[in-house]
T-cell receptor
């Protein structure tokens, strides 16, 4: 089985712009979660989608949003980028939501905001 | 959320066993204990999880204290590829996401 894929792998944007990141989960997985990783804050949960519905949301401003499509692929969007949004954005998929199922992480998208 | 305490860093010689401790004194009775690790420049990967009994898989063993307030991840023979940040995560089988702490950075010396 192919693993979790994320595109693009690297991205450079300027302040005020918006960005869309994409995540393709492992085939058959219906839950997709997004995390932000920075040196200062570590890994922080953004949101989780299951069957096209947002199940959980972390403590991030409304500039961060996401969605999931019927094929379980997910996108996250960050509007009005700030310097502090520079981070590694990780996507993880699992078969079920809210269970002890293993979460499989993608390699991440490295976003740099100038 | 259950709070965890892990050493910031540990060091091991190659081919020796490594015991990575984790304190989770506020864990609830229904929280599973998950371990993930993150190799350099990669996303986290699952290592092992358990509830009450000790668990073994091809990657590691997990020893859980009888009172469940602590656990130890055991790598039986450390290799250079095991150098990573290891996260201990109490995880409720319900509505909560994985909550990552700072983890333990394991260095393996050849």
């Amino acid at each position: 089985k192919a693993g979790v894929t994320q595109t693009p792998r690297y991205l450079i944007k300027t302040r005020g712009q918006q960005v869309t990141l994409s995540c393709s989960p492992i085939s058959g997985h219906r839950s997709v979660s997004w995390y932000q990783q920075t040196p200062g804050q570590g890994l922080q949960f953004l949101f989780e989608y299951f069957s096209e519905t947002q199940r959980n949301k972390g403590n991030f401003p409304g500039r961060f949003s996401g969605r999931q499509f019927s094929n379980s692929r997910s996108e996250m969007n960050v509007s009005t980028l700030e310097l502090g949004d520079s981070a590694l954005y990780l996507c993880a998929s699992s078969f079920r939501a809210g269970s002890t199922d293993t979460q499989y992480f993608g390699p991440g998208t490295r976003l740099t905001v100038l | 959320d259950a709070k965890t305490t892990q050493p910031n860093s540990m060091e091991s010689n190659e081919e020796e066993p490594v015991h990575l401790p984790c304190n989770h004194s506020t864990i609830s009775g229904t929280d599973y204990i998950h371990w993930y690790r993150q190799l350099p420049s990669q996303g986290p990967e699952y290592v092992i999880h358990g509830l009450t009994s000790n668990v073994n898989n091809r990657m590691a063993s997990l020893a859980i204290a009888e009172d469940r307030k602590s656990s130890t991840l055991i790598l039986h023979r450390a290799t250079l590829r095991d150098a990573a940040v290891y996260y201990c995560i109490p995880f409720f089988r319900g509505n909560t996401p994985l909550v990552f702490g700072k983890g333990t950075r394991l260095s393996v010396i050849a």
